[in-house]
């Protein structure tokens, strides 16, 4: 079903873009620990950062005891202008290496980002390399993917998707408009935080509130890696709604107990008037489809 | 652990955060006062602990706060608190770098620094500034049909580890010994999260009379009327299950420290005093002492 997709993909340069495996964070005292969970209850759970040993991309998204964990290992720079290099060089689907300690020369693969608070690029490695990484161990990127354009359909936008990501995903043509497969689609109410942010790196979160209405909307049982579509969510310069725009991204954080924190999403295309379209690919998971080593 | 006894084990994650060896320090005028005003100088906190372990006696040290082990911290502050908070008692250490690169060991306490327990001969070939990495994992650990214990600091070694039973509808769990609330002091301030409250063992001729001179470090501790789930004050009808961390102290409202692990109502929260209620033991730190 897959039809190749022509691209400028013989025009994109590949640079190096590194970063260091984060110490995960808490305020200081006198500040509580505490976050606030949308029904106003206070939790203390593991959240992003640092080298996650036991969720890794493929797995459910829903259920952990965590306030959206990065699956596998986040990286990110110090100072604040490398680190937004890194995280808008970044996209989905490039390689990465570890270059120093334990594991150094060990190969993985940009996963996701995350947005506002945390900004940090999510990378998988496979689980034994991940139990021989410390905290601090360089991983540089071969970032490839930035300026890469849909030759026939100049009015979808790609956003930090590697080519490599884009040739494996599921594709159909349809006249002027192209549409992928997805595993679910998210109605733009519960599009969460992020909206009017930046869509040049970083997340948005789908909303998890009302579990009854995820569950309508055959949002409960998404994976991490899972491709979805973002209806009537316009991500060209910042993420907003807009009738008939659409976004793609894929599910790079788990769930969260905070309003408008639901699973966090990097978005990977968009476009604002029905250019860009989804259909129902049961399955469709970056973990398959980069052939992520366990 | 009884076969009834249900945790969501499976829904945990697991990271890593880390710390470096801390080297003790001193204010410059360097000075502890007894509760008389006169001055000591005594080590206890920071550092390696080469002749202090847990499963040792918590008081009689010419010590002060004695932290068992090795004592570790993180520079940065935001990092340091994340250590804090996500650590938990039971979790698996590993040195990564220095001689000692590769070592295994086992969290034993929280202080101001982490505290964590390895072999004697480990000890030897650290210095200060080395790094042990931690695999954190508990926080968000609940029992199922329990939901009004909270749990902290509980991995899930530590879970097994307290050998709890379900009596009646409560959970009973075996401890060294029970504290008056009336002595419970220092740490009072914090938030219950965060460290320990130390006993106040000023008034020493209580200390001998209810035996509580005999606390071991690793010991597991129950205090009734106390409810440490937001911060740690008395309340009728609460119990707190705890965990002696650091040794005594000479200053007046200090002492041994103790770190809140188990909280709930009374009705479904209960204790039995019995020996070898010692995680040194329970975790098979070391064997019986």
């Known amino acids: ?294 | 652990m009884s076969e009834s006894l249900r945790w969501n084990v499976e829904d945990l994650v697991e990271m890593a955060v880390n710390g470096q060896v801390s080297q003790p320090t001193m204010r410059p005028n360097g000075y502890l006062p007894w509760p008389d005003g006169r001055a000591a100088v005594l080590p206890g906190m920071s550092g390696i602990a080469y002749n202090a372990r847990v499963g040792d006696r918590a008081f009689g040290w010419a010590g002060d706060h004695v932290e068992p082990g090795v004592s570790i911290a993180h520079a940065d502050e935001k990092s340091d608190f994340a250590l804090h908070y996500l650590t938990c008692i039971g979790n698996e250490a590993e040195v990564t770098t220095g001689l000692a690169r590769g070592a295994k060991g086992i969290v034993t306490g929280e202080h101001a620094r982490l505290l964590v327990d390895f072999a004697p001969e480990v000890l030897e070939d650290m210095t200060i500034g080395d790094t042990v990495q931690i695999r954190a994992r508990g926080r968000g650990i609940r029992l199922a049909g329990f939901p009004e214990l909270e749990f902290k600091k509980t991995s899930p070694e530590l879970a097994r580890a307290y050998n709890l039973r379900a009596e009646n509808g409560q959970i009973i769990c075996p401890v060294a010994m029970e504290l008056p609330a009336r002595i419970m002091g220092s740490g009072a301030e914090l938030n219950a999260e965060y460290v320990d409250q130390d006993l106040m063992s000023g008034d020493r001729a209580l200390m001998a009379d209810l035996g509580i001179d005999r606390m071991r470090l690793g010991d597991l501790i129950a205090i009734r009327n106390v409810d440490h789930r937001f911060g740690r004050s008395f309340r009728e009808g609460w119990i707190a299950i705890c965990l002696c961390i650091h040794g005594d102290s000479v200053m007046t409202g200090h002492g041994p420290g103790i770190l809140t692990l188990i909280t709930g109502p009374a009705e479904r929260l209960g204790f039995s005093v019995e020996p070898g209620a010692n995680i040194a033991q329970t975790l098979n730190i070391r064997s019986a002492a």
């Not at chain 1, 689609?185 to 599009?191: G, R």
Request: charged fraction near 15%.
């Open chain 1, 1 to 294: 079903m897959t039809a190749p997709v022509a691209t400028n993909a013989a025009d994109l340069v590949a640079v190096s873009v590194a970063g260091h495996i984060v110490h995960p964070g808490f305020p200081g005292l006198p500040a509580e620990p505490y976050r606030l969970a949308s029904d106003g209850t206070a939790f203390l759970l593991p959240t992003y950062g640092g080298i996650v040993y036991n969720v890794s991309v493929g797995d459910r998204a829903f259920g952990w005891a965590a306030d959206c964990i990065h699956p596998g290992v986040s990286i990110r720079q110090a100072e604040d202008t490398r680190n937004r290099g890194l995280n808008v060089y970044a996209c989905v689907g490039n390689r990465a290496k570890v270059m120093t300690g334990q594991a150094a020369g060990t190969a993985g693969v940009v996963t996701g980002k995350s947005g506002r608070f945390s900004e940090q690029v999510i990378v998988h490695f496979p689980k034994a390399a991940r139990a021989k990484m410390a905290v601090g161990d360089q991983i540089v990127i071969r970032s490839e993917g930035i300026g890469m354009a849909l030759t026939d359909h100049p009015a979808v936008m790609l956003k930090g998707i590697g080519p490599n990501l884009l040739d494996a995903l599921p594709c159909r043509k349809d006249g002027g408009r192209i549409d992928f497969g997805v595993v679910a689609t998210i109605p733009a109410h519960l599009v969460g935080a992020g909206l009017g942010l930046t869509s040049e790196g970083g997340s948005l979160h789908l909303q998890s509130t009302d579990r009854g209405e995820l569950a309508r909307h055959g949002l409960d049982a998404l994976r991490l890696g899972d491709i979805v579509a973002l209806a009537d969510t316009d991500s060209r310069y910042n993420h907003g709604y807009l009738r008939g725009a659409r976004a793609l991204g894929v599910i790079c954080t788990t769930d969260g107990p905070r309003a408008g924190f639901g699973p966090g999403i990097a978005i990977l295309m968009t476009s604002p008037a029905g250019e860009l379209g989804s259909f129902d690919a049961p399955g469709t998971n970056i973990a398959g489809l980069l052939s992520l080593e366990p």
